[in-house]
């Protein structure tokens, strides 16, 4: 079965420092992986995807993931923090066998202190 | 707004009274989710319609939940007799037919009394 772990609940961060919120997957066959991020009372925001091709992907609000075959890793990463960018995140991997539908993880809180 | 719209944002309901909610997802998008998310998890599978077929549903789905996508464009998920198990957000998602990432509505929150 496909899932996918978000093993950190939250992650405290200054302003001005670099973010990962990590996330690991299972998947049989080639994965499409997702982050979504979630403000209060709100639905899920597509931040980037990877699909094929380079390991390093580029999304909104200068974000990015390294997708790491290897360690079966694809971690969201941030070179600068902003307050702003306090929310929930979300990783997903789409199913492969032809359902397609999204598996979530559990979430984790990013929160950027001033 | 071209988005995902989901109405209503918010329903109260009494337990074992019947809701339904709507979602019209983006124009001409082929595939439709539904989701439930509880306070501090992630998004849960619950449907999926590619046009107007439900293809497949998930084994949280209980008898009382029912999905419809009449024509292939806006949906609606009943839940009857309400249950306060039922209280949560959900989150209605569309994406195209040859698309990999799926858009998110903004969810209804349902609070069952």
């Known amino acids: 079965a496909q899932s996918v772990a978000q093993p950190e609940d939250q992650v405290n961060v200054a302003e001005g420092n670099p973010l990962t919120v990590k996330c690991t997957y299972s998947?049989?066959?080639?994965?499409?992986l997702f982050w979504y991020v979630q403000y209060p009372n709100r639905g899920l925001q597509f931040l980037l995807k990877?699909?094929?091709?380079?390991?390093l992907v580029k999304g909104s609000y200068g974000f990015e993931a390294e997708f790491n075959k290897s360690q079966t890793s694809f971690h969201l990463k941030k070179p600068s923090a902003l307050v702003s960018d306090s929310a929930l995140y979300f990783c997903?991997?789409?199913?492969?066998?032809?359902?397609?539908?999204?598996?979530f993880g559990t979430g984790t809180r990013l929160k950027v202190l001033a | 707004d071209t988005g995902v719209s989901q109405n209503p944002r918010h329903k109260i309901t009494k337990r074992g009274q019947n809701v339904t909610f709507r979602c019209d997802p983006i124009?001409?998008?082929?595939?439709l989710y539904w989701y439930r998310q509880t306070l501090g998890q992630g998004p849960e599978f619950l449907t999926y319609?590619?046009?107007?077929?439900?293809?497949?549903k998930s084994r949280l789905l209980s008898d009382r939940f029912s999905a419809e996508r009449p024509k292939g464009s806006f949906s609606t998920l009943e839940i009857q007799r309400t249950e306060q198990g039922d209280s949560a957000m959900y989150l209605c998602?569309?994406?195209?037919?040859?698309?990999?990432?799926?858009?998110f509505g903004q969810g209804t929150r349902l609070t069952v009394v």
């Open positions: 998602a569309s994406s195209p037919d040859r698309g990999t990432e799926a858009f």
């Open positions: 998947v049989s066959g080639n994965p499409y």
């Open positions: 990877y699909i094929t091709g380079d390991n």
């Open positions: 997903a991997v789409r199913d492969t066998s032809g359902t397609y539908k999204y598996i």
């Open positions: 124009s001409e998008h082929n595939r």
């Open positions: 319609f590619q046009n107007e077929a439900q293809l497949e």
